[in-house]
């Protein structure tokens, strides 16, 4: 059937029993619970998860530790990747380990002290940074040990190692020393430490007591961790480090330091992660298209778009969320220009959602056509928080879309589901949005007619309050961008994504004030930063009696 119908049987039910408004995620403070953020209280919410480092945050962790040899662990890497379908790449619940990937676990730190004992001539005098000669002795690595290892250990542990720690390398060191050698030796502490707990997951127990809340001071260290990763991906800087071995890290220090690392490079890269999981951009990353544009090298630059994209609005623009959603210039990646037909104002764009990566993570099963419903509700979902539409029980109305399968364009085959008063609830909501960017295909080409018919991108943005048509998906964005709800929403997910988790009611007051600072000051995502890693939830976890 022309334009094919699957997407259609399933997400016609979408609203079909909903009323605007009625969507609220679990565990979070109903819309209509008010916080004033210049008079509430912030509080601490109660579970304060365990938190895996993600592939990604492993593999920085590696770059950092041992960066003149990281490149072949790469290559050789069997840490288990994680995959995400919805929330972030940061989550605690993306980060679970199975018993299959414990294994992968243990079996990537044997590749890399396998690696290590195989290249140990260059290897080692490169990770230990001693001046320990060529063809070195036992002897001179062990003096070189000394020194080493607690220095190492304070850098991947991002704290001080404890007398019991020191004491089972130590122990492990000296007995494989006696028997196979320094060297086979120092790969087993190798893989000792890249296989810890206290490297692989970000342990944070807190200091003193808990106040009247039931929270507890993070440890300077702990809070120099929490900075690091969310700004800068991977471990804390020496700047940091020494701020935390002095136990200075107020709230003056913590704005000061990640004003400093929002300068750095890394924190581009970051936000682009953030971004291309907000934007659900990693799906056309590891599907394939339909579409005679496709190809290895466009899909390889798709993957990139995002994050390179975020450079450039954090580099060259002004790092405002006006200017993410809606500019109309922006570099395109070479394996790109003919997808998009130019090189740095494609026609018909404006900002993320109608970067190629995004519109085109939204495809049918096939990935030949378009899937309206699903940016819609995406729209609604991801970008202005409107909560989860569940399915009701009367989606059985196949037969029903079969007479409009014929229609050319997606507007005309799914008019009828915004005219029905079962259907209308949700879908007036939902289809207008994804239909406004039906002029990116499957693969997020620019197109200007579906089955030789114009294809019509206006409608009106329904939500909440607002109601406000547009005529075209700029029209849109800019609605979109220029909304207290939107703005709202992409703080909120900024929160989400630093905290590891969803939001609570615990967390209401403190996301009110995130939220106010972030529009306030016109947009501008590095203050939304500095008003996530200033709040109480950020800088104090729950005490465990508090958490039971």
Request: hydrophobic fraction near 40%; include cysteine.
């Amino acid at each position: 059937m022309r334009g094919g119908i699957w997407w259609l049987a399933v997400f016609v039910a979408f609203g079909c029993e909903g009323r605007i408004g009625d969507a609220v995620e679990p565990g979070v403070t109903p819309p209509d619970t008010v916080f004033d953020p210049n008079v509430c209280e912030e509080t601490v919410a109660a579970t304060t998860p365990l938190r895996r480092l993600s592939s990604e945050q492993y593999t920085r962790v590696l770059r950092q530790l041992m960066p003149t040899i990281a490149s072949d662990l790469e290559a050789r890497s069997l840490f288990p990747e994680t995959i995400i379908d919805h929330g972030f790449s940061t989550d605690a619940s993306a980060n679970t380990v199975s018993t299959f990937e414990s294994n992968q676990i243990e079996d990537n730190a044997e590749a890399i002290a396998a690696y290590v004992l195989d290249n140990a001539e260059e290897a080692i005098p490169a990770i230990t940074g001693c001046d320990l000669g060529a063809s070195f002795t036992d002897d001179a690595l062990d003096a070189c040990m000394t020194g080493f290892l607690p220095a190492f250990g304070e850098r991947a542990f991002r704290r001080p190692m404890t007398a019991t720690e020191q004491e089972i390398a130590e122990t492990l060191y000296d007995s494989l020393r006696g028997e196979q050698g320094s060297r086979a030796a120092f790969a087993a502490v190798m893989q000792l430490v890249t296989q810890s707990p206290a490297l692989l997951y970000r342990v944070e127990r807190g200091q003193g007591s808990a106040d009247e809340d039931g929270a507890v001071e993070l440890t300077a260290h702990e809070l120099a961790s929490r900075l690091s990763f969310l700004l800068s991906g991977g471990l804390p800087d020496e700047e940091l480090v020494e701020a935390a071995r002095r136990d200075s890290l107020g709230p003056d220090e913590v704005a000061m330091h990640a004003e400093r690392l929002m300068q750095e490079d890394e924190f581009a890269a970051v936000l682009g992660e953030f971004h291309r999981d907000w934007m659900h951009a990693y799906v056309i990353g590891r599907e394939g298209r339909a579409h005679p544009l496709f190809s290895e090298a466009v899909q390889g630059a798709l993957r990139d778009e995002v994050a390179e994209y975020t450079e450039w609005l954090l580099t060259e623009a002004d790092g405002r969320f006006e200017t993410l959603m809606t500019s109309t210039r922006f570099p395109v990646a070479p394996e790109l220009v003919e997808l998009y037909g130019a090189s740095e104002a494609p026609p018909g764009r404006a900002g993320i959602l109608t970067l190629a990566s995004v519109t085109g993570s939204f495809a049918s099963e096939d990935g030949a056509d378009s899937a309206p419903i699903l940016r819609g509700a995406f729209i609604r979902e991801s970008v202005l928080c409107g909560g989860t539409l569940t399915l009701p029980a009367n989606d059985g109305l196949e037969e029903e879309l079969v007479p409009t399968a014929h229609l050319p364009t997606a507007k005309q085959r799914l008019t009828f589901l915004e005219e029905r008063s079962d259907c209308a609830g949700c879908h007036a909501q939902i289809n207008p949005l994804g239909l406004a960017f039906e002029n990116f295909d499957a693969l997020g080409s620019y197109r200007s007619e579906e089955n030789d018919t114009p294809i019509d991108a206006s409608g009106t943005l329904r939500f909440g309050t607002i109601s406000e048509p547009f005529e075209t998906p700029q029209e849109l964005a800019m609605l979109l961008a220029q909304s207290e709800e939107a703005q709202a929403c992409y703080a909120t997910q900024f929160y989400r994504y630093a905290m590891g988790r969803l939001e609570v009611a615990a967390d209401a007051c403190s996301l009110a004030r995130v939220q106010q600072r972030f529009i306030e000051s016109g947009g501008d995502i590095r203050e939304l930063a500095l008003a996530v890693v200033g709040s109480r939830p950020f800088q104090t976890r729950a005490s465990v009696e508090e958490s039971r």
